[in-house]
């Protein structure tokens, strides 16, 4: 999947609380704060958070999409948390949506209805890329709202 010049589709996996900070603060925050995963998405590409859990500790399950945004530029940048944490950033532009629980949508995407017994397996990398297909899927489940609307139809 890497033509560099078209849109591409990105899940990233974290916890609903985390996603909340970064939809608050219009940046995506990757595999414990490491820049990699971001350095593989480009300006115009959509990420769609998936929560397998409310918290990363203790948190209880969830399973379900819960934020979509597109990159907002080039730019993959440090932040500083604290002294001893310093995970880079990436700024989206989130849209307004509903949580959608994964289940209701494991028969209609290619990637877990491939491999329906073991879905949950491909999330474990924390960042992965999907195809066009069912980023339509659950986008519309997730009934983005407003600009995001319009650039998904386009």
Known sequence: MGDNNRTRYW??????SHVMRGVAGGFAQLCHGKAASLKRMREGDWL??????????GGVPLQAFTA?????NALVYEYAM???FVPSRRDIDFYDC????IHSL??????TRENRR???YRFRTGHFEIDAADFAVIATAMNIEGAGAQEIAK
Do not use: A
Request: proline share 5%; no cysteine; aromatic share 10%.
């Open 98 to 101: 509903t949580e959608t629980p």
């Open 68 to 72: 979509i945004g597109r990159v907002r």
């Open 82 to 84: 604290s002294e001893t």
């Open 48 to 57: 769609i958070y998936y929560s397998p859990k409310t918290d990363m500790e």
């Open 118 to 120: 073991n879905w949950g």
């Open 106 to 111: 494991l028969d209609q995407m290619i990637f």
């Open 11 to 16: 899940i990233g996996v974290v916890s609903r």
